[in-house]
């Protein structure tokens, strides 16, 4: 079944560091790719999103581009600040057995940016 | 405000006890979606519905009954829970057509203890 591997956290980081957390997939098909991003006490907010190969997705200074031949949607941004930490998921979306769209998520990597 | 609302955003519960967790959204959605978050796993997909109507159950046990009356509020009815189901358990719409690309908009989550 469709399945999403990212990165063991957590990841511990200084103010203006480089960020990088990979995700891999395996899916059926040619699924979209997504960065769910949660802060602490709240739900997922999605932070960017690809739906074709080599698509990039961007928002608020992080990106992470559609690789299908090596099928991975590795996340990036070159300055982190304190208020990027959080927990960030990588997902794919993908359909149930019922035929319903659904995203598989992988577990999630724990950021936290220290001043 | 993300427009999917969670009410209780905390719940403790014994195992003999009944409460229901509720899930509102106000983006026009016609998709919803139960997930359950534990610590160190991935998010489980528990239930879909589309348009009113269930269309996954995603191997959930019978303690957990969800009801969808409309395609704006969803529940999730809990009864003789175990200690295992503390979990924070969050609600997600999306808005299904013919090129839907999958993205879930998510409530912040209820937390809930099983004693």
């Known amino acids: 079944g469709d399945s999403v591997t990212q990165m063991e956290g957590p990841v511990t980081l200084s103010e203006e560091a480089f960020l990088t957390i990979n995700c891999t997939y395996t899916a059926t098909g040619y699924p979209s790719l997504f960065w769910y991003v949660q802060y602490p006490g709240e739900g997922l907010q999605l932070l960017l999103k690809?739906?074709?190969?080599?698509d990039k997705g961007s928002n608020k200074g992080f990106e992470a581009t559609y690789r299908k031949e090596t099928t991975s949607f590795h996340l990036e941004k070159g300055s982190v600040q304190v208020s990027d930490s959080a927990v960030y998921f990588c997902a794919l979306s993908g359909l149930t057995q019922g035929g319903s769209e659904k995203l598989v998520f992988g577990k999630g990597t724990k950021l936290t940016v220290n001043p | 405000e993300t427009g999917v609302t969670q009410t209780p955003r905390h719940l403790v519960m014994g195992m003999t006890n009944k409460k229901s967790l509720k899930c509102e959204q106000h983006l026009g959605h016609n998709a919803m979606y139960w997930y359950k978050q534990s610590a160190k796993k991935p998010l489980e997909l528990m239930f879909v519905y589309n348009f009113k109507e269930q269309t996954e159950n995603n191997s959930v046990p019978s303690r957990f009954s969800p009801e969808c009356p409309n395609s704006s509020h969803l529940f999730l009815h809990l009864h003789t829970l175990q200690p295992e189901d503390s979990a924070l358990y969050l609600c997600a719409s999306s808005y299904r057509s013919g090129e839907n690309t999958g993205e879930l908009f998510f409530g912040e989550g209820s937390r809930l203890t099983v004693l």
């Open positions: 690809a739906t074709k190969a080599d």
